[in-house]
């Protein structure tokens, strides 16, 4: 697997984000200030409520462009230990698997990479925190639906992009 594919993989993700983000503030703002939502009676709160909407989707998206931010700065880390900036290969007995990334933003992000799926995990979950100075070869158990299910640091990824 290529380090390069990965994180230009990862920065489209992020920028998707971004773009889905934006086109809700725009709708939402779009909303809020639409001639249906003027109110009509002192009870009506569509307009009102199409504002916070709308306040609640700009918030989205500054988070959503911090996270691009970050990504764009981000570098993959160069350990043969789990750090920050780990890349990691994990691999169920159910036969789960995914490339894992350890960053500091957009845990729980998913994406595809040449038909592989990878997932951002942030190192204050319980996932990261398991995988945080574990090596190669390491196992950890993982929860998945309320059951513990053993898994394998099959692989880590080192180099820089």
């Known amino acids: 697997m290529s380090l390069d ?7 489209l993700y992020i920028v998707g984000r971004v773009a889905i983000a934006a086109e809700a503030v725009n709708q939402a703002k779009e909303a809020a200030t639409s001639v249906e939502s003027v109110a009509e ?12 909407l709308a306040h609640g989707q700009a918030v989205r998206l500054a988070e959503c462009e911090a996270d691009l931010a970050y990504f764009r700065k981000f570098s993959f880390s160069n350990s043969e230990v789990i750090e920050l900036g780990s890349v990691l ?10 490339i894992v ?28 925190k ?29 180099g820089q992009v």
Do not use: C
């Open 5 to 11: 594919r990965l994180f230009e993989q990862l920065l």
């Open 41 to 52: 009676t002192k009870w009506d709160t569509f307009g009102l409520e199409n504002s916070y």
């Open 89 to 98: 290969l994990l691999s169920r007995s159910d036969g789960w698997q995914r």
């Open 101 to 128: 990334i350890i960053a500091e933003h957009s845990g729980g992000g998913e994406f595809e990479l040449d038909g592989e799926k990878a997932l951002i995990v942030t190192p204050s979950t319980p996932l990261g």
């Open 130 to 158: 398991s995988l945080l100075l574990k090596e190669e070869g390491d196992e950890i158990l993982m929860k998945s639906r309320g059951v513990e299910i053993d898994a394998e640091i099959a692989q880590i990824f080192m």
